[in-house]
């Protein structure tokens, strides 16, 4: 007997861009990000960066959000019509979600994602999520082509066996002791996934109170424990992390190599905000200059975690006039 969906009525209702209507028929690659209004930035010129390196490829589009204001539908549709790329943007109530573990960093668009495996049963065999901060950057060909029947979902381990023990220990979970991965990249086999039960398991853990305190990266954490041994472990140019917030430090080195397919800029500051300037998010310039976004202004900061982190990255680069300005800011929010 077929285990029903959890989110069979999450979907209030769906906007298409189809530049190629035909191409609905004929096995497209369908990729999915889960963003909020702030990250619609981000995600557009992901979009671009992949349509840009994968010319021969056809692709579907999906964006699951709570929010679309009337510019990002005219950049969206631009985008579709640009590259000839068909966009799906899947409009969805947040109750669900409600009461789930959120902070200033992560907002409940992180649970975006696991609506996904659930709209896309019985449509899809295999969907690949995206986070909004992930830059392509080469060929998806043999990414498409991977076999991942065995497995719920194919991912790109998170740093190195310490992290792996660390996580491990803190969230008393043995399994993960032989691989945590970071859920920014997944390739999801659509069935197994559904027959693993592994939504509702996830939902599971981050509405128990006792399993919820132990976790630092809520939704990833609880994937983790869902998804134990039920994952095929990539090789990490699938899923290159780099924090921008890394510039801060002395000799900082980027991990970014010209075999590198998706670079994953993670961390609280992205390569669309203001005080991001470093050739480290070059990789983002250069295909949002080749994006509807290219005369779209940076995003500023808005909270006090964000003025936090733009004045010291304006004193990193020698602005110290906007760097004193932004600490300002940062002392009158946070003492709100």
């Not at 979009?47 to 964006?63: G, M, R, V, Y």
């Not at 939704?219 to 899923?239: G, H, P, R, S, W």
């Amino acid at each position: 007997m077929s285990r029903p969906t959890m989110f069979n009525n999450i979907i209030k209702n769906t906007i298409k861009f189809y530049a190629n209507t035909d191409s609905l028929q004929n096995g497209e690659f369908n990729v999915a990000y889960g963003a909020d209004g702030d990250f619609l930035f981000g995600t557009g010129v992901s979009i671009a960066s992949i349509l840009l390196k994968n010319e021969a490829l056809t692709f579907h589009f999906h964006i699951f959000t709570d929010s679309l204001d009337f510019k990002q539908q005219e950049l969206l549709s631009e985008l579709s019509k640009k590259y000839n790329s068909n966009i799906s943007v899947h409009m969805i109530s947040t109750e669900s979600f409600k009461g789930l573990p959120t902070n200033k960093l992560w907002s409940n668009a992180i649970y975006f994602r696991l609506v996904i495996a659930d709209f896309f049963y019985k449509k899809e065999d295999r969907v690949l999520y995206l986070d909004s901060d992930v830059i392509c950057n080469g060929s998806l060909v043999e990414f498409e082509n991977l076999n991942i029947d065995d497995y719920a979902a194919a991912a790109v381990t998170d740093r190195d066996s310490s992290l792996w023990k660390k996580r491990a220990k803190e969230l008393d979970f043995p399994k993960i002791n032989n691989g945590y991965f970071n859920s920014g990249v997944m390739l999801i086999n659509i069935e197994k996934w559904h027959s693993d039960d592994i939504t509702s398991k996830t939902m599971g853990l981050l509405s128990d109170k006792k399993a919820k305190s132990k976790f630092s990266y809520y939704d990833q954490d609880a994937l983790n424990i869902a998804l134990a041994e039920k994952v095929l472990f990539l090789d990490k140019k699938y899923n290159t992390q780099f924090s921008i917030n890394y510039e801060l430090k002395k000799n900082t080195i980027n991990p970014v190599t010209q075999e590198t397919i998706f670079i994953h800029y993670i961390g609280a500051t992205k390569p669309w905000n203001s005080w991001s300037k470093y050739p480290s998010t070059s990789p983002f310039m250069n295909v949002m200059e080749k994006s509807p976004w290219k005369n779209e202004a940076m995003i500023k900061p808005k909270s006090s975690m964000q003025y936090r982190y733009a004045y010291k990255h304006m004193f990193n680069q020698g602005n110290k006039l906007k760097g004193i300005k932004y600490f300002v800011l940062y002392l009158m929010n946070k003492l709100k």
